[in-house]
């Protein structure tokens, strides 16, 4: 990555490293942003650590663009230090105004006078904490949803000091983490998210409360019907569709009068009595026997992902809400990751190395086939991207397709184990190129191979078409710095053949 595509957020700050916390340092750390935290919980790094892996896991089974090198975590005993050097400073200390307000005077005290200070409350308000703040403007909730690192959302809510372009530029910011910045207009206690929680919570406890049903049930309810739709489409918009043709209108004729039936208790607020409270830890107990937090966060976080992955491709395969983000993201990260065709001749490859997540597995514990191609074909954007003919070149109307493919399978590969990759052009000529990718473990041992033919083409008339100067000098380039051809390479141009006589 350059020094111009480095994330708006260089260098970052958290102080509280709980759930909230943590889930914004992994935010962070993934995008390639360096994190100083401060916490003096003394389990502070454990938790941190268990929350950084599970999202490492997530994001491994998330996104297969390539993440930037993942950022450097520091803890500092001291806060002023931890908040010194950086761009944003993430306050997530516990939901009291008196606590709050101390923590961020002192940050405010230390911090750069560049550098943006979000809260992560979840309903204190933004001009209640700029009070005794010596830059109130600078100032801003950011209120994330659990698990930040997963769930794009930040509600940005200014207070009456708060400089609008600090908003604007929060909400820039965040795109480039890959989350959904969203502008509170006026300032509300709780806020948009939290008050839509607060009602659906409510008359959940009375439904607990009078018996209706347990709370495995309405959970149920939640999860295997609106909150499918929820997921995607969000409360106007499904609503809109319930209406038929005739929209939003005849849905609210239709349906409107019902806010006047007693369906809800809204109003009446449950009384949280030891009896309810113990009914509902002891119904949720069994819900969850066998269960613990970091299990059911596991559970939480596959979940997420399988729905971003099936809303990315959404809408024919344009992305649709949050699966729609996570593809521009993506497209961002690739960009990143892509050279832009003006650096010098392109030189042998060096390899690649990943860690084969544990979803890549199959019923027999071995790297499931597809997962060779997906890796292999990785390769080969790779290789396409350093001559020049990566996602801008595509989207200037020129492409390599891939035309022929050949695999061998040597070895095993297995969830946790690392690999490294490397590929070596064969041959090539103006219109095709010959790869050769080798995954192998870090002794040298070779467990795949796969050999790729691939054909230029111009995609507007969609026949193939001689490469361009440019690309065909880098393929020079790397021809002449690539390293003697393995063994490996005496296996290319084979293909299966039928057995002979006799074989079993």
Not at 225 to 241: E, H, K, V
Request: proline share 5%; hydrophobic share 40%; with cysteine.
């Amino acid at each position: 990555m350059t020094p111009t595509d480095r994330p708006p957020i260089a260098r970052a700050a958290c102080v509280g490293g709980g759930v909230i916390g943590g889930g914004w340092i992994a935010r962070f750390l993934l995008a390639g942003i360096d994190v100083d935290v401060h916490d003096p919980h003394p389990e502070a790094r454990r938790i941190v650590g268990e929350v950084l892996d599970n999202a490492r896991a997530a994001y491994g089974r998330l996104t297969g663009a390539p993440l930037p090198p993942e950022g450097r975590l520091t803890f500092h005993d001291d806060l002023e230090t931890a908040v010194a050097e950086a761009d944003w400073v993430q306050e997530s200390v516990p939901e009291r105004l008196d606590l709050k307000r101390a923590v961020l005077a002192r940050i405010d005290a230390a911090a750069r006078p560049q550098a943006l200070i979000g809260s992560s409350t979840s309903g204190l308000l933004p001009t209640d904490l700029q009070e005794g703040l010596a830059h109130p403007g600078r100032l801003f909730v950011a209120h994330p949803y659990n698990p930040v690192y997963l769930l794009p959302l930040v509600e940005i809510v200014g207070g009456r000091q708060t400089a609008p372009e600090v908003v604007t530029d929060a909400i820039e910011r965040l795109a480039a983490i890959g989350m959904k910045g969203v502008h509170i207009a006026k300032e509300i206690d709780a806020f948009v998210g939290d008050r839509l929680l607060e009602a659906l919570w409510r008359e959940a406890l009375w439904l607990i409360k009078d018996g209706i049903c347990d709370v495995e049930t309405l959970d149920d309810v939640i999860r295997y019907s609106f909150g499918l739709r929820w997921a995607q489409m969000g409360l106007f918009q499904t609503y809109r569709i319930a209406g038929g043709e005739a929209g939003m209108r005849h849905f609210l004729a239709q349906f409107g009068p019902a806010l006047k039936w007693p369906w809800t208790k809204l109003t009446d607020v449950v009384d949280l009595d030891e009896a309810l409270v113990e009914t509902i830890a002891a119904q949720s107990d069994a819900q969850n026997e066998g269960l613990s937090i970091r299990r059911l966060e596991q559970i939480r976080d596959g979940n997420l992902v399988a729905i971003l992955q099936a809303l990315k491709t959404g809408d024919e395969g344009r992305g649709w809400g949050a699966g729609k983000l996570l593809s521009e993201f993506e497209t961002e990260l690739w960009r990143r990751a892509t050279p832009s065709g003006n650096e010098p001749a392109a030189q042998a490859d060096e390899g690649h190395e990943l860690v084969v997540p544990p979803a890549w597995a199959d019923y027999n514990g071995h790297m499931t086939e597809h997962r060779y191609l997906q890796v292999f074909g990785e390769a080969s954007d790779r290789l396409l991207a350093r001559i020049g003919a990566g996602t801008d070149y595509v989207a200037a109307g020129g492409s390599y397709y891939t035309v022929e493919t050949h695999l061998r399978h040597l070895g095993e590969a297995h969830a946790g184990d690392t690999l490294r990759v490397r590929t070596r052009i064969l041959s090539s000529d103006d219109k095709r190129l010959h790869l050769l990718h080798d995954l192998g473990r870090a002794d040298g041992e070779t467990i795949a191979t796969g050999e790729h033919m691939l054909l230029h083409v111009d995609r507007e008339s969609g026949r193939s078409a001689g490469a361009p100067e440019h690309i065909l000098s880098k393929i020079s380039g790397i021809l002449a710095t690539q390293e003697p051809a393995p063994e490996t390479e005496a296996i290319a141009g084979r293909a299966i053949r039928p057995a002979g006589n006799g074989a079993a």
